[in-house]
């Protein structure tokens, strides 16, 4: 493989129109997806042989026009290739995960648009058997495999009503949608959703089944607890007017909206390599939003290799933002934002690990202050199999919720401070590190003993 001049990470909407633009300029690009096939989570695959779960209108629209322009570039599209992170001599490592080896690459520059991920926030009961994250249910959907028995969605925002659509027409719709936020309460930011008429056929789609009375959608409404009952789930749900009520479900979806997927990324890269972040990477604004950031991160990237101005209007984005703005504002949580040193004490944080509200309350109880890193290292909070990845937000939120009741005049603690932002980013098997080799131009691979930490 020749050595690209641009290499592109994720295969998402913002990474191929990243490459797409990159192209453009005559630059060589190499775009890189973990996965057998581009698309990302918005855009996933079906597995061989299964149905495609239907996209939105708009979003199914774009993806064609993106991949006929992904088909017409010169760009290079590798999959089942995981960015692992850059060593210290600036050269990119790239796990091919089907030859099981790494990839040492040297390109001039660099765009990362690894999409976001799922937050999901602590609950009592949260950590059972059949508890998931409801962005996971749309991912076996998506895969050709249909959620079975009493499915009940849970938290706030608008891939709560995707996924229960997407359900529906797959012929076992949820039996209940819980919303905390009330977007019927909001009527006027409703209404200025209009003024960006690309998702209206989007938000049909997402209130038919609704009208139909497919499924309860409770609003407003907040997922307290979760219990065993028997082999089935007991979800209690408390209402704005403090009255509760209880489902039993075979399984349960939550969401809390999303972030970037930037854990781990250092601030310092090394000198020399151009690197750029684009997509919900960078800021988490959509689809649509991803797809215009990704073309202005390409554009970027070709204009400082080729040394000349970079063009970005950022007008797009704008829009963009002004509309995740709205959207966020009519599904705030109606009953306001939960405090989690109020969630009992048996509570679980890390799931990975096992550690509640109460190990973290003994771990700050002492006499001396006690740091994110100490938090991690002693506490083990964050130091299981996925390092943190789901569970430093709320072990760092809730250490500062604590620090404040006790009126400690501190500062949140950063997330730098755990000492997670490191090269790799994600774990590699040692053999595929073993085996690793260097690209040269003339389409030799030479393999070389270790690589530079």
């Excluded at 930011?189 to 049909?204: E, N, S, V, Y």
């Excluded at 590190?433 to 003339?442: E, V």
Aim: proline residues 7%.
């Amino acid at each position: 493989m020749r050595e690209a001049d641009i290499i592109v990470v994720g295969g998402g909407p913002a990474g191929v129109s990243a490459a797409v633009e990159a192209a453009k300029s005559g630059l060589s690009v190499v775009l890189c997806e973990q996965r057998p096939a581009l698309g990302g989570a918005i855009h996933r695959q079906p597995a061989e042989g299964a149905a495609p779960v239907a996209a939105l209108p708009s979003l199914a629209r774009r993806w064609q026009s993106l991949s006929a322009k992904l088909s017409a570039s010169r760009v290079e599209v590798r999959t089942r290739r995981a960015f692992v992170g850059i060593d210290s001599t600036g050269a990119v490592l790239i796990d091919d995960r089907a030859a099981g080896k790494v990839e040492v690459r040297r390109p001039r520059a660099l765009i990362l648009a690894c999409g976001a991920v799922e937050r999901v926030r602590p609950r009592p009961g949260w950590h059972l058997p059949g508890v998931a994250a409801a962005g996971g249910l749309q991912v076996m959907l998506k895969e050709g495999r249909v959620p079975e028995g009493r499915v009940l969605l849970a938290g706030s925002g608008p891939l709560l009503l995707a996924l229960a659509a997407q359900m529906t027409a797959a012929g076992n719709p949820p039996v209940a949608v819980v919303e905390e936020g009330d977007p019927v309460s909001w009527p006027l930011a409703a209404t200025r959703l209009l003024t960006h008429p690309f998702i209206l056929p989007d938000m049909a789609v997402l209130m038919m089944p609704v009208l139909l009375r497919r499924f309860l959608w409770r609003r407003g409404t907040r997922l307290t607890e979760i219990t065993q009952s028997a082999d089935m789930l007991s979800a209690r749900l408390r209402a704005p007017d403090g009255r509760e009520e209880r489902f039993e479900v075979d399984r349960i979806g939550l969401h809390d909206g999303l972030r970037a997927n930037d854990f781990g990324l250092t601030a310092d890269p090394p000198s020399g390599l151009v690197i750029l972040r684009a997509g919900d990477l960078r800021e988490v604004l959509g689809a649509h939003a991803a797809e215009a950031d990704g073309a202005e991160a390409g554009r970027e990237a070709a204009a400082r290799l080729e040394g000349r101005p970079s063009c970005g209007s950022g007008s797009a984005m704008r829009r963009h933002r002004a509309l995740q703005h709205r959207l966020s504002r009519i599904f705030a949580p109606a009953q306001g934002a939960t405090v989690l040193r109020d969630c009992p004490d048996e509570t679980v944080i890390c799931r990975c690990e096992g550690r509640t509200i109460g190990h973290l309350k003994e771990q700050l109880a002492g006499p001396d202050a006690v740091s994110a890193r100490e938090l991690r290292l002693n506490g083990r909070f964050g130091m299981g199999a996925c390092q943190g990845r789901f569970c430093s937000e709320w072990a760092l939120s809730l250490m500062s919720e604590l620090r404040r009741s006790a009126g400690v005049p501190a500062s949140p603690p950063d997330f730098a401070e755990t000492g997670v932002c490191r090269w790799p980013l994600r774990p590699v098997a040692l053999s595929s590190l073993a085996n690793a080799g260097i690209y040269d131009d003339t389409r030799t691979e030479r393999h070389i003993e270790g690589i530079s930490a």
